[in-house]
């Protein structure tokens, strides 16, 4: 079957999921981002740097986990759980839920571990 152009843009093709967090006390809900949130979580691990007439771009790996959670973990309504304001505190939590809510927000947006190797590369 060839899907016509509302056929696309009408799917609803975003995945969720709840995670058990023991160690907070209950569950997250994640959802799988869309291509535009992941282009924005992408361009977020990139800076450029400026060296008199030109530029360098410089991968900045810091606070990816974080950053992917607060791209993909929403509320009952479906509403973004965190916002950007909250990626240093979500930094502080303990290492164990945070891979979880990572691995899994990772799965439903279709990133692999290569994907993120390769943006390091380039």
């Not at 999921?17 to 023991?22: D, H, N």
């Not at 924005?40 to 060296?51: C, I, N």
Request: hydrophobic share 40%; net charge negative; with cysteine.
């Amino acid at each position: 079957m060839i899907l016509s152009r509302e056929a696309i843009l009408n799917a609803v093709d975003t995945k969720t999921e709840l995670v058990s967090c023991v160690e907070w006390g209950g569950d997250v809900m994640l959802r799988g981002m869309t291509a535009g949130e992941r282009d924005k979580w992408e361009s977020s691990l990139f800076s450029t740097k400026r060296h008199g007439n030109s530029f360098e771009v410089v991968a900045n790996k810091d606070n990816l986990r974080a950053k992917f959670i607060v791209a993909s973990a929403i509320d009952e309504q479906g509403k973004p759980l965190f916002t950007v304001g909250d990626i240093d505190a979500l930094t502080a939590k303990s290492a164990a839920p945070m891979d979880r809510l990572f691995a899994v927000a990772q799965r439903l947006s279709g990133m692999t571990n290569e994907d993120i190797e390769e943006l390091e590369k380039n």
